[in-house]
């Protein structure tokens, strides 16, 4: 079992305001907030489905059916529920309590399914090799570079020889045309936003690290991740298909 890594009372201090706007995303609209921006139940819905069959390209059903998942960051198992089915065992972790109401809710039909609260920064309550897949989707994209590192370390120990990890990141915009196209998704969410979200969507702790296709694959590799695939799914964002040897 990981003890996870030491943390100082800054940090503790950045994790607790961390989950505290967590909470009241969950709170105001845990679905504007979780990975679309938007509020429509059926467009999310839709949205969901595309984003899990996404995840699951290229895996062999028959040995998933037997095999252990992890979702990083899991909010109101948009994913997770989708995801849970086609293994035997399906976990989620998130920093916040009311996701996770939402999330319990969400897979109320799938008793594979089990949800979990974590302090933020690790998967303590996961032994060394014991998952064989993690997804971490629309959720490194809110952290610093301290704790995406934490994380992918984390997510290595906790991989049996194998796992498959698939995660998601903020991609640095290199031209002016990505960087009209970033400020202008903001603005767009700013104004989709739910009556009292409006701060929410841009706090100082919505958006986290960029990277470079170099620089993620660098740190996967010293992560101890081999083979790692980086591709560009959109001006925005990175995808990471990245397996423990
Ligand atoms: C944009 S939502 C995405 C949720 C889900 N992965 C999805 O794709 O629908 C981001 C989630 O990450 C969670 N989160 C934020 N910081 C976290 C942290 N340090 N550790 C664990 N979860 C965190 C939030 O509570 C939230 O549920």
């Known amino acids: 079992m990981g003890d996870g890594p030491r943390f100082s009372s800054a940090e503790h201090g950045f994790l607790r305001d961390m989950r505290e706007r967590w909470e009241q995303r969950a709170r105001v609209d845990f679905r504007f907030f979780t990975?679309?921006?938007s509020r429509d139940e059926a467009e999310w819905a839709s949205h969901a489905d595309g984003e899990a069959a996404w995840f699951l390209?290229?895996?062999?059903?028959?040995?998933?059916?037997?095999?252990?998942?992890?979702d990083v960051g899991c909010?109101?198992?948009?994913?997770?529920?989708?995801?849970a089915p086609a293994f035997r065992i399906a976990i989620g972790v998130d920093?916040?309590?009311?996701?996770?109401?939402?999330?319990?809710?969400?897979?109320?039909?799938?008793?594979?399914?089990?949800?979990v609260r974590s302090g933020?920064?690790?998967l303590e309550f996961l032994r060394d090799g014991t998952t064989h897949c993690v997804v971490m989707h629309a959720a490194a994209i809110h952290m610093p570079l301290d704790l995406i590192r934490r994380y992918f370390r984390?997510?290595?120990?906790?991989?049996?020889?194998?796992?498959?990890?698939?995660?998601?990141?903020?991609?640095?915009?290199?031209?002016v045309d990505d960087r009209a196209e970033a400020s202008s998704l903001v603005e767009e969410a700013i104004c989709r936003a739910p009556e009292g979200g409006e701060e929410l969507v841009h706090g100082q702790d919505y958006g986290g690290h960029s990277f470079t296709e170099p620089e993620l694959a660098a740190l996967l590799d010293a992560s101890g991740f081999a083979p790692v695939v980086v591709e560009r799914v959109g001006p925005l964002t990175l995808a990471v298909d990245a397996t423990r040897p």
């Open 120 to 122: 933020g920064h690790g």
């Open 57 to 70: 390209r290229g895996l062999d059903p028959d040995r998933l059916s037997n095999q252990v998942l992890l």
């Open 154 to 175: 984390e997510v290595h120990r906790v991989l049996a020889p194998s796992g498959r990890f698939r995660c998601t990141v903020n991609r640095l915009t290199d031209t």
């Open 75 to 83: 909010g109101p198992a948009r994913l997770l529920a989708r995801l």
């Open 95 to 115: 920093i916040s309590a009311t996701m996770l109401a939402h999330a319990r809710h969400e897979t109320r039909d799938h008793p594979n399914v089990d949800v």
């Open 35 to 37: 990975a679309t921006k």
